[in-house]
């Protein structure tokens, strides 16, 4: 899709709000400054200012590198001694504003209490993280690739699972017990070999909740829920999560395995534009007709600069043409374990465009 | 070392302020959300309160996981239509507290405005960064495991260089030319195979900046600067940079390694506590002694549940026993290139102790 850039956007918001520039003030992995500033890679604060007239960012280290990759004028040191955010409010006097400043929600305290000093009017706008709902072909693109990561990611996740095998109630591969830890460790080496940061890879085994470390060891016939979130080196994310089970019974797995897998075929084709509710429908509708009680949650949620973003599919938010969704369904019994399934899709002018494929088969 | 716990420091900071509760709200890779929360993983806003006599932890998503690490006393379901910062409020008056409320000086604003609505004066405190700087044995040896990773990872780059040989005025490996790209992707590899986060990795070629897509590739006698950063599971990263080149012919290059390496050598036994401008005096005085300039880029920062964070050696900031530091030196010329080594060092009662061990050879 075609959209304004994102200067544009703000600057739209700066006329219609009658505000002399927006501002905000984080880290380098603060989505709305990778979103304006493209800057990966800078340790410390960040600053980006946009006016009517142009668009600043503001690296406390690697000045060079960001002005490498920032798509706006001018890239300024900061840091030192000095706060980022009594930085900013120096830079807007410097360019002889006054007025109101519009900032998002989340800036720091302490940047909106300089601007309050130095004589401006703070006001919040959510400007950039509507405008970041919508991701132009670009963006799509980088989260296509990262997401081509999260299926080397799983297949690695299936070829160790495949080759796993019962000995002494549970799994072994390469000679050692199969830990949650070490399927962990084979998946984000096949990530990183891709470009990729693996930064979240969460095993489930049985039900559990995933946690970093874990060394839960891995049953013949346990689901193990593989959860992969890739981040591109642009601050893109992907996501894919597959269930698997070695030496399954079928049974309830595979009956649950059937319901995720009809829910999210039946809920791709709705996600035509501003269609959020009727997808939440579909999917909790299909999972229902297996038998199944819905979960709370399964559902979807935006991906982008963020692990988990805008929209949502139960928040009365739009799906504009161009968004890009995580559709994520859950199928979980105390004594069985949890099936889920998410796929990344983004939607078009008619309905979903899977991003990536992966088989959703139980079987590694 | 001993110290007072987390939770404790802060309530030490609550009864000397005359305060009712420290109060912060960010996403799970906010550094003081990782200290006092432990929660890894967890998508969108957290919320913590710790308060006298209770420490709370807000997690809008996997409520489940986030209990199983967080070491205070519960866990609250957050997130949904009410902001972060409003339910902090909430909690506050739930508890029948009134008076002033501390956080950090980043605390997102508007958070500070729900709570200066809801009565509170907010009031900031840097308690939690102060606390944050002498780390605990349990924190560098988690320091310690990431940086093994990074070992691991700089192992896989001089492998990588080393099979590599000059064809057509270039370096090749396995039959095709090696860009920064295809080294970072080894070296990434490498780092997740530990079970580690490789998340910032920056290949320098010749002394050009690192940026993370670069098809840079390599020449024979070229100063190859890499920059390793991994962080683990808990949040806590390592740092480790070594320069290498292939087929160099000595001269600038080995000059500039040896005044690289005398200053870290000369450097480590000054890192006494509240050494800070002895280290600092040190590394810019070797650097000279080989007829080198003092890089403005040469010092010492600390490292942590940041990859930069206090204290610095130039900052005036005080290194207490336990403080881990990466000490960088970097000696650079227009044309010849960069020398930049870089080892993480912890300060112990009577010197530093490096972290992990890597040969500083720039032959690979």
Not at 57 to 67: G, I, M, V, W
Request: proline share 7%; charged share 25%; glycine share 12%.
């Amino acid at each position: 899709m075609s959209r304004p850039a994102p200067f544009e956007q703000v600057r739209e918001e700066l006329r219609d709000r009658e505000a002399c520039a927006f501002v905000h003030v984080g880290r380098e992995d603060d989505p709305t400054l990778r979103y304006l500033g493209r800057a990966g890679r800078v340790d410390g604060e960040l600053g980006v200012v946009v006016t009517a007239d142009t668009s600043m960012l503001l690296a406390a280290d690697a000045p060079a590198a960001a002005r490498e990759t920032f798509p706006g004028d001018s890239v300024l040191p900061a840091g030192g001694e000095i706060p980022t955010g009594e930085r900013v409010g120096t830079v807007l006097d410097d360019l002889g504003l006054d007025g109101t400043v519009l900032t998002p929600r989340t800036i720091p305290h302490d940047a909106a209490l300089y601007l309050d000093e130095a004589g401006y009017a703070v006001a919040s706008t959510a400007v950039v993280d509507d405008a970041r709902v919508g991701k132009t072909d670009a963006e799509r693109l980088r989260q296509s690739t990262v997401q081509s990561a999260a299926c080397a990611g799983m297949r690695r996740a299936a070829a160790v699972l495949d080759a796993s095998h019962a000995h002494e109630g549970r799994l072994d591969w390469e000679d050692a017990p199969l830990t949650a830890l070490r399927l962990r460790r084979e998946i984000d080496a096949a990530i990183a070999a891709e470009g990729m940061a693996p930064g979240y890879t969460a095993i489930g085994v049985g039900g559990e909740p995933a946690t970093p470390r874990s060394e839960t060891t891995i049953e013949p016939g346990q689901t193990v829920v593989v959860d992969l979130a890739p981040q591109g080196p642009d601050g893109y994310h992907g996501r894919l999560v597959r269930t698997f089970v070695v030496d399954g019974d079928g049974g309830w797995t595979r009956r649950a395995q059937l319901a995720a897998e009809g829910a999210l075929d039946a809920a791709i084709p709705e996600l035509a534009p501003n269609g959020a509710d009727a997808v939440q429908t579909e999917l909790d509708a299909e999972v229902t007709a297996y038998g199944f009680d819905p979960s709370a949650e399964s559902g979807g949620y935006g991906v982008g600069l963020a692990r988990r973003e805008r929209p949502t599919l139960d928040g009365g938010d739009e799906l504009p043409v161009g968004t890009v969704l995580a559709l994520d369904v859950r199928v979980s019994n105390p004594t069985e374990g949890t099936v889920r399934l998410a796929d990344l899709v983004a939607v078009t002018e008619d309905g979903g465009e899977p991003l990536g494929a992966f088989p959703r088969s139980l079987s590694p």
